[in-house]
């Protein structure tokens, strides 16, 4: 089992940012694959970024690429979602996510552990 815990959302002003935190428990975290995905009202889940286990690998989907960075310290068990140039568009729920492969890191179906997510609002 693995626990993973969000931190750091907020009300924001457009161009503004965040950084979100995700503490993990229960597991070694250098033994999965980090992601983000966000969920804004009346919309899926949608992949924002992953890192592979090591921290040597990074995705991103398009949308947030040059704004957003994911980083990790598996010595003190976070992640992290450093996000700038906030537009109103990002506004959502952001979950972290745990998997054990790299293989399809984009879908919601290969991650095996979530947190309950951090709102994130971002003003016009």
């Known amino acids: 089992q693995m626990q993973l815990v969000e931190s750091g959302g907020g009300l924001v002003q457009a161009g503004g940012s965040l950084r979100l935190s995700c503490a993990a428990s229960?597991?070694?975290?250098?033994?999965?694959?980090m992601g983000w995905f966000r969920q804004a009202p009346g919309k899926e889940r949608e992949f924002v970024a992953a890192i592979s286990w090591s921290g040597s690998s990074t995705y991103y989907t398009d949308s947030v690429k040059g704004r957003f960075t994911i980083s990790r310290d598996n010595a003190k068990n976070m992640v992290y979602l450093q996000t700038n140039s906030l537009k109103p568009e990002d506004t959502a729920v952001y979950y972290c996510?745990?998997?054990?492969?790299?293989?399809?890191?984009?879908?919601?179906?290969?991650?095996?552990?979530w947190g309950q997510g951090t709102q994130v609002t971002v003003s016009s």
């Open positions: 229960g597991r070694p975290l250098s033994t999965v694959v």
């Open positions: 996510a745990a998997a054990r492969t790299l293989v399809a890191v984009t879908t919601t179906n290969v991650y095996d552990y």
